[in-house]
């Protein structure tokens, strides 16, 4: 119904850019990420949401140089600007950047990338070491995005344990999903909206065997009890 109406709307060639990025989006929430693009091509001006736009359905195909070569463009928006707060642009930029590193199995250089965009993320926390996480969540931010960086850097970080088997990084990875799980019981007690909140307990409990699994072999490798407790807690 919503492409019924964005697309009659065109027909006015009022905000046209504007509308064609909404029915990418549209389209991109259907996984027809081919006519996400063919409608993203169509814009006349476009801006960092757009190159986002770009970046994210050609990750999705798979077409990683495509997806760079359009992340640079939105990265190159924000470099440009010459006010420099922290956006949701900003964010979205780092994330994918993240994604398309993870992708080619560059753990390092996706966790940097995934910490970048949490600090874009929230207004509030600003910490450049890639060992760091939110602890107190308040306020208003992107919670579901949030919560899909945070889990993306979590299982970065054990991707990159399992490459070098430094418990470093694993115990990086069980503080990471702390973090996660800290916000998702923030977002529940203080969210009125059911379906963030459904979103989120689907999100939590598909991704439940992560921080299990991170736990037992954390216990395997430094035998200490308090993994096993966490483990099954």
Same mark, same amino acid.
Do not use: M
């Given at each position: 119904?919503?492409? #019924? ?5 065109? *027909?006015? /060639?009022?905000? !046209?850019? @504007?509308?064609?990025?909404?029915? %990418?989006?549209?389209?991109? *929430? ?11 091509? +169509?814009? =006349? ?14 990750? $999705? ?5 495509? !997806?760079?070569?359009? &992340?640079?463009?939105? $990265? ?9 707060? +922290? ?5 979205? #930029? ?8 993870? !992708? ?8 940097? +990338?995934?910490? @970048? !965009? ?9 910490? /450049?070491?890639?060992? =760091? /996480?939110?602890?107190?969540? #308040? *306020? ?11 889990? %993306? ?11 070098? %088997?430094?418990? +470093?990084? &694993? ?5 990471? &999903? ?13 969210? @009125?909206?059911?379906? %963030? ?5 689907? =999100? ?16 395997? =490798? ?12």
């Amino acid at each position: 119904q919503a492409l #019924t109406i964005y697309k009659e709307l065109l *027909g006015l /060639n009022i905000n !046209a850019d @504007e509308l064609l990025q909404n029915i %990418a989006a549209t389209y991109q *929430g259907k996984s027809d990420f081919t006519s996400a693009i063919a409608y993203l091509r +169509k814009v =006349k001006s476009p801006n960092q949401n757009t190159f986002n736009s770009f970046g994210f359905s050609y990750l $999705r195909l798979g077409n990683y140089d495509s !997806a760079a070569l359009y &992340l640079n463009k939105a $990265r190159q928006l924000s470099e440009k600007s010459a006010i420099k707060i +922290k956006t949701f642009d900003n964010a979205l #930029t780092a994330e994918y950047e993240g994604e398309l590193e993870y !992708a080619q199995r560059n753990w390092e250089k996706a966790i940097n +990338k995934y910490q @970048e !965009a949490v600090n874009q993320f929230i207004f509030s926390f600003n910490e /450049n070491s890639i060992y =760091k /996480n939110p602890k107190d969540y #308040t *306020g208003c931010f992107a919670v579901t995005e949030l919560f899909e960086t945070l889990l %993306a850097k979590a299982t970065a970080f054990e991707k990159l344990y399992q490459a070098n %088997a430094d418990v +470093k990084h &694993l115990e990086a990875s069980l503080e990471t &999903l702390r973090s996660l799980y800290s916000l998702s019981d923030y977002a529940e007690k203080t969210y @009125e909206s059911d379906e %963030a909140r459904i979103f989120l307990n689907q =999100k939590k409990y598909a991704s439940h065997h992560i921080p299990i699994n991170v736990c037992l072999e954390l216990f395997r =490798k430094t035998k200490n009890q308090s993994y096993l407790k966490e483990a099954f807690y």
